[in-house]
């Protein structure tokens, strides 16, 4: 895994609550990325980062944020949890140019 | 049409088999990986690649540029070979996303 974590690892939480899961990576890698995985779709990027306070969006960004303050963490926001965000979260970190791919263990969210 | 496509989504074999699955894609890309996936587990690279081939283990990949096609071959098949095969192609440029494909399950039955 190459130093990336998780946090945390399972969530329940309720509709309408705003959720945080972090991205912890210990290697100095300038881009980061969340992902979410849901059956019959594979991973689809929600947002990404080039540096500290340098993010965009991804293809399904819509009622998530993110920000990054240091380049050791990277931080999805969920602003008013919705059912249709209960998936597989995958943190993803790469350093420039032709390098291997670090994924963390995956955060799994149910919103009730 | 999505920009990584996989082939098959699923595959069923012997153990002792040789097997192949196939990623076609329609970017520019940096790079290819092939990553594995165990059942409720998190994602593992296999190979990262630009060109040519690579070799590890029981593990072979190939990539033809020209042809935006690549391959992950497994010799001699295993039951712990039973995973969730994903690859994922970088985006050329300076963001350089990954972009999945959705993946093949491979079930290898003893």
């Known amino acids: 895994d190459a130093g990336i974590t998780q946090s945390p690892r399972h969530k329940v939480t309720e509709t309408g609550t705003p959720v945080t899961l972090r991205c912890h990576q210990t290697?100095?890698?300038?881009?980061m990325y969340w992902y979410r995985q849901d059956p019959g779709h594979g991973l689809r990027l929600i947002h990404y980062s080039y540096g500290v306070k340098d993010t965009d969006k991804g293809e399904v960004s819509d009622g998530y944020s993110v920000s990054r303050s240091k380049t050791e963490d990277f931080l999805l926001t969920l602003e008013s949890a919705t059912s249709s965000q209960t998936s597989v979260y995958f943190c993803?970190?790469?350093?420039?140019?032709?390098?291997?791919?670090?994924f963390g263990q995956g955060t799994r969210l149910t919103v009730v | 049409k999505n920009e990584v496509e996989q082939s098959p989504q699923n595959l069923t074999a012997q153990e002792g088999e040789f097997i192949t699955i196939n990623c076609s894609y329609s970017v520019g890309i940096s790079a290819l990986h092939w990553l594995q996936q165990h059942p409720g587990g998190g994602i593992v690279s296999l190979f990262m690649?630009?060109?040519g081939k690579k070799k590890h283990g029981r593990l072979i990949a190939t990539i033809n540029i020209q042809e935006k096609h690549s391959s992950l071959h497994i010799t001699a098949s295993h039951p712990r070979d039973s995973a969730v095969y994903i690859c994922?192609?970088?985006?050329?440029?300076?963001?350089?996303?990954?972009?999945f494909g959705k993946g093949t399950k491979l079930s290898v039955k003893p």
């Open positions: 994922a192609v970088r985006r050329g440029g300076s963001q350089g996303n990954l972009i």
């Open positions: 690649l630009s060109s």
């Open positions: 993803a970190a790469l350093a420039t140019g032709r390098t291997e791919a670090f």
């Open positions: 290697e100095n890698h300038r881009y």
